[in-house]
């Protein structure tokens, strides 16, 4: 079954460092995202990345985040300069058009820790 | 985005049915309704979506109201395994790829 991973599975990192998470996508896909979840609180949409480049992102999403799919398939989201209140995990996924299913293909997530 | 309403939890016994309802009364002719679950430590992961009719896969069936207003999602014997947090997204035209808003869900406990 095809699946979308992520890496770091758990990253710690110091305030105001810079954080790179990783993901690759399902091969075939074409819409890409990034959501947040908050330990206890909702799963929340950051960006959409379709055709190289960003479709829609939310106001969370603000200059300190960047995503990039530097090589045709992995899928990146960067933090500049990281706040505590950027804890949380972060998931990725992808989303084949057309397809039947409708279906978001979630990966496992990377837990982000700052200190 | 249009809004799902859900009881926040619910509590089912192992091997019974299992009907989670989710209002949508403002729901628009080019809205599917989809549900995603998240169990413990994992991403959200697809149970089913639909647009007017009836569905039914693997995993659950989806009932949807003649008015397309509400809908149920029907695990027909819960597992264990079914202890999850269930979400009821309303997702507009999702040829173009649009987004999935995520609420707050409703937790479902399984005794056993």
Redesign the interface.
């Known amino acids: 079954e095809p699946e979308v991973t992520q890496t770091p599975s758990h990253q710690v990192t110091q305030m105001g460092q810079e954080v790179i998470l990783r993901c690759v996508p399902i091969s075939n896909h074409l819409y890409f995202y990034w959501y947040r979840q908050i330990l206890g609180q909702k799963v929340e949409f950051l960006v959409s990345f379709y055709n190289n480049e960003i479709s829609e992102k939310s106001e969370i999403f603000d200059d300190q985040f960047s995503v990039e799919r530097p090589d045709g398939s992995n899928f990146t989201l960067k933090i500049r300069s990281t706040k505590l209140e950027d804890s949380a995990m972060y998931f990725c996924a992808s989303y084949a058009r057309g397809g039947n299913t409708g279906e978001l293909f979630f990966g496992e997530g990377s837990r982000l820790t700052v200190l | 985005d249009a809004k799902t309403t859900q009881p926040n939890s619910m509590e089912s016994n192992e091997e019974e049915p299992v009907h989670l309802p989710c209002n949508h009364s403002t729901i628009s002719g080019t809205d ?1 309704i ?1 549900w ?1 679950r ?1 169990l413990p430590s ?5 149970v089913i ?1 639909g647009l007017t009719s009836n569905v039914n896969n693997r995993m659950a069936s989806l009932a949807i109201a003649e008015d397309r207003k509400s809908s149920t999602l029907i695990l027909h014997r819960a597992t264990l395994r079914d202890a999850a947090v269930y ?1 009821c997204i309303l ?1 507009p035209r ?11 869900g409703t937790i479902l406990r399984v005794k056993s």
């Open positions: 599917y989809h995603y998240q994992q991403g959200p992961e697809y979506h979400y997702r999702m040829e173009y790829g649009n987004k999935l808003v995520f609420g707050a």
